[in-house]
Nanobody, 130 residues
Framework: QVQLVESGGGLVQPGGSLRLSCAAS????????IGWYRQAPGKEREGISC????????YYADSVKGRFTISRDTAKNTVYLQMNSLKPEDTALYYC???????????????????????WGKGTLVTVSS
């Protein structure tokens, strides 16, 4: 049974930091990429970061590049999103999602913002406000 559980959201002031966690069960990060997405009220879902299963290569949307860092701990089957220099426009519900990757092809992460994913977590809320 595949499950993804996000945690670490909360209220933070502009310029502050949070670290989100995505705990995976029922599959191995050696074969599944993990993407982070967010959706703010009244806006489209946005793919913000992804980490591939083959070599741990990372990908970022321009809106978060230089501020957010994605990483994985394969022993714990967990992916993290370190968020620094947070802005009010970062306020959103943050989701992690996973997709099986065939290592015979390029990484799903190269198009993660446009593709669907097989499994989704329920999300964790991040609010950036003074």
């Amino acid at each position: 049974q595949v499950q993804l559980v996000e945690s670490g959201g909360g209220l933070v002031q502009p310029g502050g930091s949070l670290r989100l966690s995505c705990a995976a069960s029922g599959f191995s990060l050696d074969y599944y990429a993990i993407g982070w997405y967010r959706q703010a009220p009244g806006k489209e879902r946005e793919g913000i970061s992804c980490i591939s299963s083959s070599d741990g290569s990372t990908y970022y949307a321009d809106s978060v590049k230089g501020r957010f860092t994605i990483s994985r701990d394969t022993a714990k089957n967990t992916v993290y999103l370190q968020m620094n220099s947070l802005k009010p426009e970062d306020t959103a519900l943050y989701y992690c999602a996973t997709q099986y990757e065939s290592h015979s092809y390029g990484s799903w992460c190269t198009g993660f913002g446009d593709y669907g994913a097989e499994y989704w977590g329920k999300g964790t809320l991040v609010t950036v406000s003074s």
